[in-house]
């Protein structure tokens, strides 16, 4: 398989947008699927029980040096970074870099330099600039950047990614996970 991650970065939104990329994804997509969608930290575990209900694959809020396996739904938990360090998942409280939490950014960077040219990256809706350099960064290692656009609900993540990375692959939001199962199935 070319690809082994895929990250997916969210904000305002993203509930809808993410549920509806995760729900069109076949229950035999292999590549693991790491998310970081801006929340509370108080937020609780109602996204990923409002996820699960529309996903045929197991959604999990990621815990501290868990290993990345296939075909399985990460999520970044409330009031943390997820990060990528090697084959398994990090989670900090704090990042000087980050503009959010938790951060698009911080998944992405982090993502692009353990896996490189086999990492996918999404930016979906959302305000501000989350997730562009990230973004810029899955580019740079060799990855493939994909963008929600057009008709993100708000188009700020979107447009700064565009601007970042134009070379970036621009889809509807019902394109993405047809796009993701083909990436996945070269």
Not at 45 to 55: F, I, K, M, T
Request: aromatic letters at 4%; a negative charge.
């Amino acid at each position: 398989m070319k690809y082994a991650l895929v990250v997916i970065g969210a904000s305002l939104g993203g509930l809808n947008a993410v549920r509806t990329v995760l729900a069109a994804l076949p229950g035999e997509f292999l590549l693991p699927v790491a998310i970081a969608q801006h929340r509370r930290a108080d937020a609780g575990d109602a996204l990923q029980r409002v996820l699960q209900e529309s996903c045929l694959l197991p959604v999990r809020e990621a815990e501290d040096k868990w290993p990345i396996e296939p075909g399985t739904i990460y999520l970044a938990p409330g009031g943390y970074h997820l990060m990528v360090e090697g084959e398994h998942f990090a989670l900090a409280t704090d990042d000087p870099a980050a503009d959010s939490l938790p951060s698009v950014n911080a998944l992405l960077e982090t993502a692009a330099e353990s896996f490189g040219a086999r990492l996918i990256g999404v930016v979906l809706t959302g305000t501000g600039r989350d997730g562009a350099v990230g973004l810029a960064a899955v580019a740079r290692s060799g990855g493939c950047a994909i963008v929600q656009h057009p008709g993100a609900y708000a188009p700020g993540m979107p447009e700064a990614a565009i601007e970042m990375n134009p070379k970036a692959h621009c889809l509807p939001l019902d394109k993405i996970a047809p796009y993701l199962v083909q990436l996945a199935a070269e």
